[in-house]
């Protein structure tokens, strides 16, 4: 495995070895050496040379290349659904999710750089007249993580490409695979060289690409500790920042929601791709009237969930990505039993395979809200509960977080649900409704969940700058 660099595959001038493993069989895929801060600086030069070209062709040039890149994706959607199933462990019906939402942010994209203003001329009052115009802000560094391999990518170079920017993109080491065929399918349909540049590196070549004085821009998703230290590292440079970072979401239950409705929005809140989402809805705050029938669907739905296989109508979960975050859920998971937590699962209940980087569902009821699994992002299934009397009540807790990512409110009105979500401090807040994110939405949060934002014409606005001339 090489990195993409001008159009080219470029050996690395690295030495660190790293393995890339499957989830399920806990077997090495692939191997490669990670690149080095050289290969970074060609990647960011190739990026640099190619600026000029790609930020003056037409919103009409760069909208046709978005759609070859979507109609890539979809003639090639087998094999990217496979290389994640194996590389990130994801179900194959999760898999195929995460290929159709990237062709559909890619065609989205090309459609909205197409309408776009990217100069607007108005005058004054005293004759003078203003052009606003809005400029790609240059090369970008664009850095995703593990658990959602070319969906989150695709948020990313997307809105990037459609700008007029050029960029230097660092996949996760853990799950490279897909997004290297990903860049295979830009080779093949001849993209502009330069424009489109990869590392297959470590935290070294992440540091140094965030470092880098021609780097512009840097667009962040993963852990809020890795991501106070890119901020930190861009600062030097004063580099433009998007980050999308952790979250300990709430799930909000009012005493007139649908309560099977409810249950299967919380189950697949939260144990969607095992857990491992910074959306993850981890606090679940029911209303006490309702606690002891929700608790008793949840616990049987959630007993219901298949690990390692799949089957018509039901859900199903896999491994933890990794052993890293297998060996964090189960540090939690024995916190819970120093702490003395009330299960609500039964784990014997769920077959489990032997082999694999598998944990299964847990759910813990009247969890304190200074327990550290009720306070700390686990990255995993593991779902916290808690019943409130008054809605005042359960907006506090549902506030009291150092995150704000996203919240879901499940209620029987939906005119009290919105009038509710005002007092949510969220980026995302779902009423009723699974994690359905849309390309023409928008994506990040507050406090420690980030800054900035994704998708959407907000997604595209962050990666220009605007500038006036007065005549």
Known sequence: MKNYINGQWAATTGSTEIAVINPRSEQALAYFIAASPHDVDA??????QALASWSNTSAAERAAWLNKIADAIEQSKDKLVELSHHNNGKSISQAKVDVDNSIKCYR?????????????????????????QQNPVGVVALITPWNFPLITSAWKIAPALAAGCTLVFKPSELVPLPELEFIKLLNQIDFPQGVFNLVLGDAVAAEHLVRHPDVQKVSFTGSTEIGIQVMQAAANSVKRVTLELGGKSAFLVLDDADIDDAVAKAVGGMFYNAGQMCSAMSRVLVHESIAALFYQKLKQATEAILLGQEAEGQFSMGPMTTQKQFNKVNEYLALAEQEQLQALVEPENIQCPAQGFYIRPQIFIDVPTNSRLWK?????????????????????????????????IMTGSVDHGKSLAKRLRAGHIWINSFQMIHPSSLWGGVKKSGTGRELGESGMQSYLEENVITI
Do not use: W
Not at 43 to 48: D, F, G, L, Q
Not at 108 to 132: C, I, N, P, R, W
Not at 377 to 382: D, H, L, N, R
């Open 376 to 408: 700390e992002e686990i990255f995993g299934p593991v779902m916290c509960c808690r019943t409130f009397k008054t809605e005042d009540e359960a907006v506090q807790v549902a506030n009291d977080s150092e995150f704000g990512l996203a919240a879901t």
């Open 108 to 132: 989205y994209y090309s459609d909205l750089v197409q309408k776009f203003a990217f100069s607007k001329t108005s005058q004054t009052d005293h004759g003078t007249e203003l052009t606003h």
């Open 43 to 48: 990647a960011v030069e190739a990026a640099n």
